[in-house]
């Protein structure tokens, strides 16, 4: 079992930064992808960027890049999300989550461990 819990969000103005954190506990992360996913009230919850365990090439939504960064430090069992440039439609709760695959899903259904969330809200 791998627990998943997300930090770092809060309200920024439109054009601010953030960093979101996501500390796994449990076991090891080396060996998972993973993912952050962000839901907006009424939305689904959609695919944001993932990262395979060997940290090579992330993947993003179309509506994120060149904005968002994730990264991975697998000897603290972290992964990061830098967000910057943020903008209104950004306003979600944001979620880690981490997959026993070793290729890059970007549908939620792939994901087998989830954290709680962390709710970020970016003002006109």
């Known amino acids: 079992q791998v627990q998943l819990v997300e930090s770092g969000g809060g309200l920024v103005q439109a054009g601010g930064s953030l960093r979101l954190n996501c500390t796994a506990s449990?076991?090891?992360?080396?060996?998972?992808?993973m993912g952050w996913f962000r839901q907006a009230p009424g939305n689904e919850r959609e695919f944001v960027a993932a990262?395979?365990?060997?940290?090579?090439?992330?993947s993003y939504a179309d509506s994120v890049k060149g904005r968002f960064t994730i990264s991975r430090d697998n000897a603290k069992n972290l992964v990061y999300l830098q967000m910057d440039g943020l903008k209104p439609e950004d306003t979600a709760v944001y979620y880690c989550?981490?997959?026993?695959?070793?290729?890059?899903?970007?549908?939620?259904?792939?994901?087998?461990?989830w954290g709680q969330g962390t709710q970020v809200t970016v003002s006109s």
């Open positions: 990262i395979s365990w060997r940290g090579v090439t992330p």
């Open positions: 989550a981490a997959d026993r695959s070793a290729v890059i899903y970007m549908s939620r259904y792939q994901y087998d461990y």
């Open positions: 449990g076991r090891s992360i080396s060996v998972y992808t």
